[in-house]
């Protein structure tokens, strides 16, 4: 399976998408695993949305407010969708 640090590389920020509870409890293990944090804590300790945020310090976060839904609709960011990525070895 890929990193996910691999794909935040050079990038401000990059938005994954979730589209199961399977590759949502996935995610938070696999971000969990390489040494993520949501909010100071372990990823695998917290709740998942349909879209997750990682960063290249090893950081994750929630899709919230207006700039960066706009940034994930409309701004031309980098966007994965776990279920391809996961499938990817």
């Not at 407010?65 to 070895?89: E, V």
Request: net charge negative.
């Amino acid at each position: 399976m890929q990193k996910l640090i691999d794909s935040a590389k050079g990038q401000p920020r990059v938005f994954v998408r979730l589209n199961s509870p399977h590759e949502k409890a996935v995610f938070l293990k696999q971000a969990a695993e390489e040494g993520f944090l949501l909010g100071g804590r372990l990823p695998s300790e917290c709740r998942c949305d349909d879209v997750m945020i990682i960063h290249d310090d090893y950081t994750v976060s929630y899709c919230v407010g207006t700039s960066t839904n706009w940034l994930y609709h409309y701004g031309g960011a980098k966007i994965i969708d776990f279920a391809s990525f996961i499938d990817n070895p």
